[in-house]
Structures are given as structure tokens and as C-alpha cells.
């Protein structure tokens, strides 16, 4: 396996009396695509928003690149999620009162990136992703696979070194489902990015170097 | 019913009742404060505030103390929108059990009452400690010291008391009927009609129509001159007053878009495109500022004429522009509320969508600032267009003399006005800090 880019020690989550994450260890390489499977409320989506640093697990360590992330203060953790993750959620949770392309641009403009050059990415990168004709569009003016590009595209934009996507194909019909993971993975391996995609779907799964099986809290 | 909605009124606690309740309780303080003053004779027999006492000026008073209800009433629109997504699946809940759309609308209408009711009583307890604190003495001793705004050898009748409590509960049920007209409720869940199209400027209609309102009171003659004059400079204020706080969404519209079009930084496009997409709700919570600035530049400019006519008893007008610039404070008071609100609403209201945005790398920081600016945006223009409304009315009306003086005292009253707005701002922000960062929880995107 290439060099070992995440790594997980007996990590645990809970959300009130619900424990989501039950001590989980495992290790993810560096380019290597991770798909975390299993049924509902097993633990995936919380497994993977914890790799990403947007939650914090009660126990355990999680290393990324040879250093401590869940030590990292939240500034901290969003400044690097900002930088070198892109994630997408499931239904694509665009910000609603911005057109497609301003979602796009957004991370950019949050790097404080130049206006034009913020657009002309954010473009490009909706062109990439067959999506340049919704430009202009507001999330509420967008099917589900739309919303579900347009997200892709922002997570995208910046370059990620990681990709996290929960249920990434969820609002899509089985052909624009593979289409949207082409086009996520394809980029993924273009820029040598590790791709982190939740999913129950095992055509999904099918597409990764490596799946994650999930059952209460636990790796099965 | 009732017991249902009782139930229900208090089913979150008891923030939003009592803040109601609290609104509510202030209208009718200063109403009852206004009719207390309108029962007061020609001559007094209490030492007052000179001008309560004086019947000339105190038509004007009470028209002062009766405006000071519309920072209160916009708080109140706002605080009815509280908790509204968890009310609407409640009441969506309520449906799905049976209740037809009429009964759910009794039960909203229920709900906001109780609370506008009791509001609308304690008013009574508020005229009261006014009363106490700001009333008139008739000890005969002259060097008392205090401000006595409040006649304690007049009050109400028991009718006019009546009045007000019912005519503030009705006004209460209907802004809360008001605030939920665009949502219809099935049994499946809460459905909106069409969105309502952008804002348009008819507040400047009304604006128009008061200052032809007041040149028009400025032409009469006749017998009844000076009473002509005195309606038509007061029903010119009034619409001027109505005017800026209806062009608010306009002009929250108008400043989102302008500011989206050149956006160069993430909270500064958050903002502008939040205000064009919704600019009604941040409008309303703002619109008291527009009403502040105008009585500020008004106010600038009637200094200025009192220094022009460099006249003996200066100290006689100057005194009463003191006691607008505390009211005006406190009407600022009520304006940071209204923000405050209206922000918490509106957290509340898109937690899931700032907690992806927190996923994405958006620090809270940032959310911050983008709450500052989308805050800032509505309130300074109007802020600034209601003073040098109000300024310009006012000396290219009924004052005259040096333009100099003129320009330097709306330059000075732009300044006040806009800092002391900004300082709103920061304090409403300041204040919501807890419920920004709860929004940003990413354990929100878990949730519906």
C-alpha cells in the first residue's frame, strides 16, 4: 500500500445515548479510494465526517499525514478542510441563495482568490463536470443530479488532496450515478487525490481499490 | 381549543411568549402614556416637562410618545416568526389529525394572543412605573429635580384603558396572522404559496405624499390656520415614517444586489445574495432605523434653525431635542432586538445549510462576518437615507438660514447616526454569537 495518509486508533462517537462509532481503527494510503459501506445507522456518514475533521470523536486519535487532526482547534481543522479537502454531501447542500457557479467559486473567494479568476475556475470546472449550462442557476431551480454535479464541481475546484463524499450517487438515477463517479474519481486519480465515498449502493463500492464494511459502530 | 393552544404557545418554553408578552406590554404603556398626556387641561395643575405643559407643544409630544410603538411592533413582527419551522410541523401535525385548515389558523390566532393579551394588561403595570419614575409633581417645590414627562393628576379613563388592550391584542393577532399569511398547512406538511416578487419602491410613494403633506400644511390660512399647520406637518411625518420603513426590502433588495454584482470575499457574497434572495425579513427587523435617521436629520436641522433665530428662550426648544435623542436610543434598543431576532430565526431556520457550509471549510468566523455584513447592509443605507431625508425636509421646508451650518450639522448627524447604527449591528451580532455557532454544529446535518 502506498504511504499511509489517515489513520484511525479506536476512535468512538456518540450522539446522546446513540453510539455512532464504536471504536474504529483502520488506515486509508495516500491516492487510495475508500469506499465505507453498510446498512443505515451503522456509522458511515459519522466515520467519514470525522476523517474530515468536521467532527470531533470523544475517544480515540485520528493522524492525518503524520499529525494529530482531532487536536487541531477548529479553526485549525476548517482551515485544512478548506485547503486540502473537498467534500460533498448527500443531496448536495448548496447554499441556497447563491447561483451555481457562485457555490462553486465560493471556496476560492473564501482563499481569497481573485474574483475573475475565482469564476473562470469555477467555470471551467462546471464544464468539466457537464454542468456549465446550470451556471447561473439557484439550487431550487436544479434537479437532484444537478445539485449533485454543482457539488461535486465545489468540492472539486480547489484541488483537494482528499475527497470525502457521503452517498454522493444517492439522488441520482443509476446512470447519471456512474456518470457523476466517473467524473469524481477520474479527477480524484488525475490529481492523485484519496477519495474517502460513503455508500450502500455496492455498484458504488465496486468502484473503489478498497471497501469499509460498517455494522453498529464497529468495522465488520 | 384554548387549552390546546395554551398548550402549545408554551410547548418551547417560555422565551417566545414572554417576549411577546414584553412587546406587547410596551405598546400599550406608551399608548396609555399618550392618552394620559392628550387628558392633561391648559393649565396644568402639576410641575411638567415644559413641553407637556405647554398645549401648544404638547400635541406634538403625544404624537412623539405614540410613534415611539413602531420599534416595538416591528420587534414584535419579528418575534412572532420564533421557532416557526418547529410550529409549522406541529401544527402540520394537527392537520394530519384532523383539524381543518380554519381551526389551525383559530389555534395561530390563539397561540399569538394569549401572550399579545397578557402583554396588552401588563401594559398597564408599565404605565404605571413611567408613571413613577417620569411623573409630574405637584409638591409646589420648583427645584425638584427630575424629568417629568408623565402627568400623575390625569390618567386614562377606564373605557380608553379598555380600548388599548383590546386594540393592542387585535393588532398583535394580526401581525401574527400577518406573518404566517403565505403559509398554507396540510396534513403532509407546510407548503408556501408562490414567492413573493422582488420589493418595489412604493415607499417612496408615501414619501412624496408627505412632503406635499407638509407644503401643503405650510400654505394654509385662514381661522384654523395654526391647527391645519399642526395635522399637516404631523400626518406629514407620520407617512414619512410609514414611507422609509416600507422601502426598507426595497432598499435591502436593491444594496444585496448591487453588493452581490462586486462581491470579491466569501461572507460579503454570502450576505448580498441572502439579502436578494430573502430581503423582506431583514428589512422589517431593520426599517426602525430608517424611521431613527429621519428623526435624527430632523432633529439636526431644527437645531440649526434654533441657532439661526439666535432667539432668547433657545434653551426652551433645545431642551426637547435632548429627550428625542434618548427616545431615539431607546428606539435603537428595540432595533438591536429586532436584529437579534431576526438572526436567531434565521439560523435557526437554515442550520443544516451553515452546517455544510462549516463542512466545507467555512470557519465560524467567517459566518461572523457574513452575518455583520448582511446586517450592515440593510440597516446603514437606511440608516443614512432616512437622515438626509429627514434633514432635507425639514430645511428646504419650514427652516431657513445659514446652508453652511445646514450641512455641517447632517454631516455631524450622519456620523451619529451611522456609528450608532454600526454599534447596533455589532450588538446584535454580538448577541446571536451563541446560536451562529450552535448553527455551524455539524451535528445539524444530521437533522431534517
Known amino acids: 500500500m502506498s504511504e499511509i495518509q489517515f489513520e484511525a486508533r479506536g476512535v468512538r462517537k456518540a450522539y446522546g445515548r446513540t453510539e455512532a462509532l464504536r471504536g474504529v481503527s483502520l488506515t486509508i494510503g495516500a491516492g487510495e479510494i475508500v469506499a465505507v459501506s453498510g446498512p443505515s445507522g451503522s456509522g458511515k456518514s459519522t466515520l467519514m465526517l470525522a476523517l474530515a475533521g468536521v467532527i470531533r470523536p470523544e475517544a480515540g486519535e485520528i493522524v ?22 473537498g467534500v460533498v454531501l448527500q443531496f448536495g ?14 471556496p476560492l473567494l473564501l482563499e481569497r482568490h481573485d474574483r475573475a479568476a475565482a469564476r473562470r475556475l469555477a467555470l471551467g470546472q462546471l464544464e468539466r463536470l457537464g454542468a456549465l449550462d446550470l451556471a447561473d442557476a439557484l439550487p431550487g431551480e436544479l434537479s437532484g443530479g444537478e445539485a449533485q454535479r454543482v457539488a ?6 480547489t484541488g483537494p488532496r482528499v475527497i470525502f463524499a457521503d452517498e454522493p450517487t444517492g439522488a441520482l438515477d443509476t446512470v447519471g450515478g456512474e456518470r457523476l463517479l ?7 486519480r488525475e490529481n492523485d487525490a484519496t477519495v474517502v465515498m460513503v455508500t450502500h449502493d455496492n455498484r458504488v463500492a465496486a468502484h473503489a481499490d478498497r471497501e469499509i464494511f460498517l455494522r453498529d459502530g464497529v468495522i465488520a | 381549543m384554548i387549552r390546546l393552544a395554551w398548550r402549545l404557545a408554551f410547548a418551547h418554553g417560555w422565551g417566545r411568549p414572554a417576549l411577546l408578552a414584553g412587546c406587547t406590554a410596551i405598546v400599550s404603556g406608551l399608548l396609555l402614556v399618550t392618552l394620559a398626556v392628550l387628558r392633561l387641561p391648559d393649565d396644568p ?26 420599534p416595538p411592533l416591528l420587534l414584535l413582527h419579528q418575534v412572532v416568526r420564533l421557532g416557526t419551522a418547529a410550529r409549522e410541523r406541529r401544527l402540520a401535525a394537527l392537520r394530519l389529525a384532523g383539524t381543518t385548515p380554519a381551526e389551525v389558523r383559530r389555534i395561530g390566532a390563539i397561540e399569538v394572543g394569549i401572550p399579545v393579551l397578557a402583554g396588552a394588561v401588563l401594559g398597564l403595570a408599565v404605565y404605571g412605573v413611567l408613571r413613577l419614575l417620569l411623573g409630574g409633581t405637584t409638591s409646589g417645590d420648583y427645584r425638584s429635580h427630575g424629568i417629568h414627562l408623565i402627568p400623575t393628576t390625569v390618567a ?10 383590546v386594540g393592542v391584542t387585535l393588532l398583535g393577532v394580526a401581525v401574527g396572522a400577518l406573518a404566517g399569511r403565505r403559509v398554507i398547512v396540510t396534513p403532509l406538511g407546510v407548503t408556501r404559496r408562490a414567492a413573493a416578487p422582488a420589493p418595489r419602491p412604493w415607499g417612496a410613494l408615501l414619501l412624496a405624499l408627505a412632503v406635499a403633506f407638509g407644503l401643503g400644511a405650510m400654505k394654509v390660512s385662514g381661522p384654523q390656520a395654526h391647527t391645519l399647520a399642526l395635522a399637516g406637518a404631523l400626518g406629514a411625518i407620520a407617512l414619512a415614517l410609514v414611507g422609509v420603513i416600507a422601502l426598507a426590502p426595497w432598499m435591502a433588495f436593491t444594496a444585496g444586489r448591487l453588493v452581490a454584482r462586486r462581491a470579491t470575499t466569501g461572507p460579503v457574497l454570502l450576505a ?8 423582506r425579513p431583514a428589512a422589517r427587523a431593520a426599517a426602525a432605523v430608517g424611521g431613527i435617521g429621519l428623526v435624527a436629520g430632523g432633529s439636526a436641522t431644527f437645531v440649526v434653525d434654533v441657532v439661526n433665530t439666535n432667539s432668547d428662550d433657545a434653551g426652551y426648544y433645545l431642551a426637547p431635542v435632548a429627550l428625542v435623542l434618548v427616545c431615539l436610543l431607546l428606539a435603537l434598543v428595540a432595533v438591536v432586538g429586532s436584529l437579534a431576532v431576526h438572526s436567531v430565526e434565521s439560523l435557526l431556520d437554515r442550520r443544516r445549510s451553515i452546517a455544510s457550509l462549516t463542512a466545507l471549510g467555512v470557519s465560524s468566523d467567517t459566518l461572523i462576518r457574513a452575518q455583520r455584513w448582511e446586517t450592515g447592509l440593510v440597516a446603514l443605507p437606511m440608516a443614512l437615507i432616512g437622515t438626509i431625508l429627514g434633514s432635507s425636509v425639514y430645511r428646504f421646508g419650514p427652516a431657513g438660514g445659514s446652508s453652511i451650518l445646514w450641512f455641517a450639522f447632517t454631516l455631524l448627524a450622519l456620523a451619529l447616526v451611522a456609528g450608532l447604527c454600526w454599534l447596533a449591528v455589532l450588538a446584535a451580532v454580538r448577541v446571536v454569537r451563541p446560536w451562529t455557532l450552535h448553527a455551524a454544529d455539524p451535528a445539524n446535518l444530521r437533522i431534517e
Do not use: C, K, M
Open chain 2, 45 to 70: 395643575q402639576e410641575r411638567l416637562f415644559a413641553v407637556v405643559a405647554d398645549p401648544g407643544t404638547r400635541g406634538g409630544y403625544a404624537f412623539g410618545a405614540a410613534l415611539l410603538v413602531i
Open chain 2, 156 to 165: 386614562p379613563a377606564w373605557w380608553e384603558v379598555l380600548l388599548v388592550i
Open chain 1, 152 to 157: 461535486a464541481a465545489r468540492a472539486l475546484v
Open chain 1, 64 to 85: 492525518y499525514d503524520g499529525a494529530r487532526l482531532d487536536d487541531l482547534a477548529e479553526a485549525q481543522r476548517t482551515r485544512l478542510r478548506r485547503r486540502q479537502f
Open chain 1, 93 to 106: 447542500q448548496l447554499v441556497p441563495e447563491l447561483t451555481a457557479v457562485q457555490n462553486v467559486a465560493l
Open chain 1, 182 to 188: 466517473d467524473t469524481l474519481l477520474s479527477a480524484a
Open chain 2, 272 to 279: 448580498a445574495s441572502r439579502l436578494v434572495a430573502e430581503p
